[in-house]
Nanobody, 121 residues
Framework: QVELVESGGGLVQAGGSLRLSCAAS????????MGWYRQAPGKQRELVAL???????NYADSVKGRFTISRDNAKNTVDLQMNSLKLEDTAVYYC???????????????WGQGTQVTVSS
């Protein structure tokens, strides 16, 4: 069994910062990609940022220059540093990981339960 647990969400004023953290635990053979997605009310879930196991990153255009994703492969954790937050960043943020649970497993995607980020004016 695999679990992704997020932490760090909350309420912040526009222009402020928050740091989200996610830890993967359980039976894990290898993790390829770790990332963050978000879903605002009435909208589809969208990619925020992701990082591969060799450190390559990809960001949504809307967060480039403001958000930074980082990963600790030894601890199976991924963080998202969010600076200069805007009202439109308000959403539930989900941690996601593509991993193989055993040497013989196919790669599958796993999701955390989500953490609320609310940016106020």
């Amino acid at each position: 069994q695999v679990e992704l647990v997020e932490s760090g969400g909350g309420l912040v004023q526009a222009g402020g910062s928050l740091r989200l953290s996610c830890a993967a635990s359980g039976t894990i053979f290898s993790i390829n990609v770790m990332g963050w997605y978000r879903q605002a009310p009435g909208k589809q879930r969208e990619l925020v940022a992701l990082v591969t196991n060799d450190g390559n990153t990809n960001y949504a255009d809307s967060v480039k220059g403001r958000f930074t994703i980082s990963r600790d492969n030894a601890k199976n954790t991924v963080d998202l540093q969010m600076n200069s937050l805007k009202l439109e960043d308000t959403a539930v943020y989900y941690c996601s990981s593509k991993m193989r649970r055993t040497r013989w497993s196919i790669e599958s995607a796993y999701w955390g339960q989500g953490t609320q980020v609310t940016v106020s004016s």
